[in-house]
Nanobody, 118 residues
Framework: QVQLVESGGGLVQPGESLKLSCTASGSVISSSDMGWYRQAPGKQRELVAAITRTDSTTYADSVKGRFVISRDNSRNTVYLQMNSLKPEDTAVYYC????????????WGQGTQVTVSA
């Protein structure tokens, strides 16, 4: 059973930074396309950033230039560095792993709350 555990969320003021971590059981990180999603109250879950197994990255337009996704396969961990945070970045952030094993398998973490408020 694959488990993803997010950490690093919290309460920050606008303009500050946070770094989220997603640690996986086993070696799933190295064999998966990884993504960070977020869901604000009353809104649908949206993709924030993604990184493929070959380290190709994608960002939502709303976070381009502010957020950076990275992976450390040796630590089975994916990171999301969030800079210049805005109140509209407030949401629960979820880690996702997606990999092929005869069909596509998708795994989710439990989420970590990020609140940006003055």
């Amino acid at each position: 059973q694959v488990q993803l555990v997010e950490s690093g969320g919290g309460l920050v003021q606008p303009g500050e930074s946070l770094k989220l971590s997603c640690t996986a059981s086993g070696s799933v990180i190295s064999s998966s396309d990884m993504g960070w999603y977020r869901q604000a109250p009353g809104k649908q879950r949206e993709l924030v950033a993604a990184i493929t197994r070959t380290d190709s990255t994608t960002y939502a337009d709303s976070v381009k230039g502010r957020f950076v996704i990275s992976r450390d396969n040796s630590r089975n961990t994916v990171y999301l560095q969030m800079n210049s945070l805005k109140p509209e970045d407030t949401a629960v952030y979820y880690c996702n792993a997606r990999r092929w094993g005869g069909s596509w398998y998708s795994y989710w973490g439990q989420g970590t709350q990020v609140t940006v408020s003055a």
